[in-house]
């Protein structure tokens, strides 16, 4: 195993969480589909969730991170610095299935919402950068690439078969992390974005499950 430096290890620690495709840079972050539903943390809502309901988020997860899973995705989509989803999801499963789950994801959710995914998506990647270098996160050399990494990283976000985002997001970045920069996006784009960002995160990742095989995987609630 070898230290990567403090900037390259918060790169990783943000962009290794959020494995879900980016399909526009600039694209607009209020969801279309939810607009005016945005609560505050304090007025009783939870990543666009009532608290107390699992909804996409899952149970939290508090145990130690998989950072070779962490650094392997985000090495997957490199280069560090310049990460790419779709890259990386290309790389895991192929051309043809990133290409296909763009198209499908629009289709279902709308420009709109898959527009705002992408803004609050990258907005937590450049947060969880200064968080994950105030931690002083170290990596691994990465060893896993193409289906046997994204396997993993499914399985990172399994809670009694069901697929959740906030789950994965533990395993990768550990819990702390994950929430304060769910906290911060609540903050800058409010609950309804937030709650978006993780109904089409949960959806990519059960859809790359069952182009992968694994079919048993669930679709968790929505």
């Not at 918060?10 to 980016?22: Q, S």
């Not at 995160?201 to 992968?212: E, G, I, R, S």
């Amino acid at each position: 195993m070898i230290k990567h430096c403090l900037g390259l290890a918060a790169v990783i620690a943000l962009n290794a969480g959020l494995l879900a495709p980016a399909f526009a840079d600039d694209a607009m972050a209020s969801p279309s589909s939810m607009s005016g539903g945005s609560m505050s943390m304090n007025g009783g809502m939870e990543h666009g969730f009532a608290r107390g309901q699992a909804g996409p988020d899952g149970t939290p997860y508090t145990g130690a991170p998989d950072l070779q899973a962490a650094v392997s995705l985000v090495v997957a989509g490199g280069p560090i610095g310049d990460f790419s989803l779709v890259k990386a999801l290309t790389a895991m499963a192929g051309a043809a299935t990133a290409n296909a789950e763009v198209e499908k994801l629009t289709k279902q959710y709308g420009k709109a919402d898959v527009a705002s995914f992408v803004v609050v998506q990258n907005f937590a990647v450049n947060d969880a950068v200064k968080r994950a270098a105030a931690a002083g996160v170290k990596f691994p050399k990465p060893m896993l690439s193409g289906t046997t990494l994204a396997k993993r990283v499914v399985m990172l976000g399994l809670e009694d078969g069901t697929y959740y985002e906030g789950v994965q997001l533990d395993h990768l970045v550990t819990h702390g992390i994950h929430e304060a920069v769910m906290a911060d996006i609540d903050q800058k784009f409010g609950t309804a974005a937030d709650a978006n960002y993780h109904r089409i995160a949960d959806q990519a990742h059960y859809d790359l499950a069952q182009a992968l095989g694994a079919k048993s995987v669930q679709l968790g609630p929505h």
